[in-house]
């Protein structure tokens, strides 16, 4: 088992797999007001990039790119790409949300949604970034956003920190998102629709034989009654060792998507931290991509032998804490459990 160390440093947490040879690489932050975006780039090669167009209804992480070079997000509705699917176009990339809160969704917004419906729906919105600094190793980004009623009511502030790291082929998040209440009142009811969620590229789906709509890369939607699967070959695997769409609804402290990506075997892992609500997380993970830890909807997954109504006053606060690995190896859960024994030290 490859050996794992961490070191933390002025809030950058640096991987580092001890091999001979490798050395750390700069993490560089390149903001860019204007097309309202900060790159975040290793060795002067682009990882990953928080966005925050109005056209998506909060910001997202988008793409995420591995070590060889492979995106694992995928690319529909920003981008085009030869047999992606084309659902659920409020999937972008990694984003932290809800599905109620104070009644309204933020879930489920995206420019799809009719003008008719749209006093149903929440929006979180980008307002600063506090703090963007960059380095050896790693990198720290501080941004603060509202989230917004459809009316115009902020009802919550947000203050998320990302702390991205590297070492050798590994790359971490670190997502810590404190949220403050600001109306009176914030009720995060029950709801199966949360709260950090990733959808991935085609390569990390679950073999299916069901029908689906696929675009091309002009963009044009086929039906296609029987999938290739030899594009999609992804695997759950949830530390409680369930695997596949079993995981679905399951508790766990980490979750592992792992699968080859051209030639790359590559390894997604979202690890819960101890201090959230509702620890060990409940899993919404679907074969069809959309790869999604869940603590605070707990009705539908318990099949209502539980649940989670959580309110904030004004001024109360909601911290929730995610890792996610990217790794150019299919990670052993002992492997994991170290990175998850070490997270829950912070």
Known sequence: MTKI??????????????????????????????????DVLISDKLFTSYIYPESIKKPVLWPVISAGGNELTRSYPLGKKAGERTDHPHHVGIWLNYGDVNGFDFWNNSEAIPEAERSKYGTIIHDTVERANDGEGGAVLSTF????????????????????????????????????????????????????????TRELELPSNEPVTLTDTHGVATTVKVMDNAVANGNYLSSEGIEGENVWGTRGRWMKLSAKINDEQVSLVIIDHPGNAGYPTYWHARAYGLFAANPLGQRVFSNGKEVLNLMLKKDDLLILKYRIVIASEDLSPEQINRLADEYAKT
């Open 5 to 38: 160390r961490l070191i933390i440093l002025s809030g950058i947490i640096t991987l580092g797999f001890l091999f001979s040879g490798n050395a750390q690489r700069v993490v560089r932050l390149d903001v860019n007001e204007q097309q309202k975006k900060i």
């Open 145 to 200: 956003s509202n989230w917004v009623s459809p009316f115009g009511e902020v009802l919550l502030r947000e203050n998320t920190i990302f702390s991205f790291s590297v070492f050798g082929d590994t790359r971490i998040i670190d997502r810590e998102s404190r949220l403050t209440g600001v109306a009176d009142t914030v009720l995060f009811t029950d709801n199966k629709e949360g709260v950090l969620g990733i959808r991935v």
